[in-house]
């Protein structure tokens, strides 16, 4: 009988994956609209800050939901401490939105000093570039929830990959529970309780510079986190899968007396394990 944990952990990834795919199409549609000129710079920051703030307020609401459901179906008898989720920051919005507005207004002074082509292929490198972050701020919001929630709880949480995960993501797997850097920082006035009993986190979230392995992410990945509560969920063809490859990179790593360390770990899993790196996830 399939697991109803698993089948819920992979529901609810797939559902965040559409959510963040959602919000990055808008912003690409967004960026051809400013880009045209048929939207001012003042249009296209309200009106990407609006975007942003529906990606993050809809990939919480998914992962309150979440955390209860799949908490109910892990450990029902035990006493939960209320989801965390993080309140948006619509600074980081804006900031990007500068950057991008700065960088092609520098862009276009060259226009006509580059080929259509190299100039196209330029604007294309900006404008992914502020898509990519959209849908990842979107997927962080609720990795976020969970993990804060975890620490809130008293527990740890792990990785979850998606089908295909590149070779970091499935290292990162393997390890079978993480405690996020904000776990020790919980202090009265970090928090205020909205309707429903969940909590949200006001304090501020680590830089990614001061992110801890396992909280991080690169700007297409799919995966999912779980909390660790209950038996934890079971073993997948998937996960058996990353393992493998994992003790595979170690021992050569060992038989070459290299340290056992990403930078070590990660080719072997590439070029001999069949992992590629950074691939696009499906929705």
């Not at 295909?164 to 009265?188: H, I, Q, R, W």
């Amino acid at each position: 009988m399939p697991s109803p944990a698993l089948a819920l952990v992979d529901t609810h990834r797939l559902a965040q994956v559409r959510n963040a795919s959602s919000a990055a199409a808008l912003t690409d549609r967004l960026v051809n609209l400013y880009w045209s000129g048929q939207i001012n710079r003042d249009e296209f920051f309200a009106s990407l800050v609006a975007v942003d703030k529906i990606g993050w307020s809809t990939s919480n609401n998914l992962a309150v939901a979440y955390i209860k459901e799949y908490r109910a179906i892990q450990d029902p008898l035990s006493r939960h401490e209320p989801p965390v989720t993080v309140g948006y920051n619509s600074g980081m919005t804006v900031g990007r939105a500068s950057w991008f507005v700065k960088e092609t207004e520098r862009l276009a002074a060259k226009r006509d000093l580059l080929e259509p082509a190299i100039f196209t292929e330029a604007f294309r490198k900006l404008a992914n570039r502020l898509i990519d972050k959209t849908y990842a701020d979107a997927m962080s919001a609720f990795r976020s929830a969970v993990r804060i929630s975890a620490d809130y709880n008293g527990k740890t949480y792990r990785r979850v990959t998606g089908p295909n995960p590149c070779a970091f993501c499935a290292m990162l797997s393997t390890k079978e529970d993480y405690v996020s850097a904000e776990a020790a920082g919980f202090v009265v006035g970090k928090f205020h309780t909205v309707a429903g009993g969940t909590r949200v986190y006001n304090g501020r979230l680590a830089g990614a510079r001061k992110r801890r392995i396992g909280e991080k992410f690169h700007d297409h990945c799919g995966c999912s986190v779980v909390e660790n509560v209950g038996d934890g969920l079971p073993m997948t063809p998937q996960l058996q899968r990353s393992l493998d490859a994992y003790e595979a990179a170690a021992a050569q790593c060992r038989k070459e007396g290299k340290p056992i360390t990403q930078k070590n770990v990660l080719p072997i899993m590439r070029k001999h394990e069949g992992f590629s790196d950074s691939a696009k996830p499906a929705a």
